[in-house]
């Protein structure tokens, strides 16, 4: 598995516990911002248990 593989594997798994609901025009950036340091750090979390386990 690549890593742009495990990238997109990542992503649509988590996309709907990140996604910003576009219709409501409430969210600010400061919570995007928000949900998007928690995203990166999922990520990276996500990305040091597969590199210790053999893909």
């Given at each position: 598995?690549?890593?742009?593989d ?12 990140y ?37």
């Open positions: 598995m690549s890593l742009t495990f990238k997109a594997k990542m992503n649509k798994s988590k996309i709907n516990k996604k910003i609901n576009n219709n409501n025009k409430t969210n600010t950036k400061h919570e995007f911002n928000v949900k998007y340091e928690r995203y990166k750090q999922d990520i990276s979390k996500d990305r040091k248990l597969c590199l210790g386990k053999k893909l």
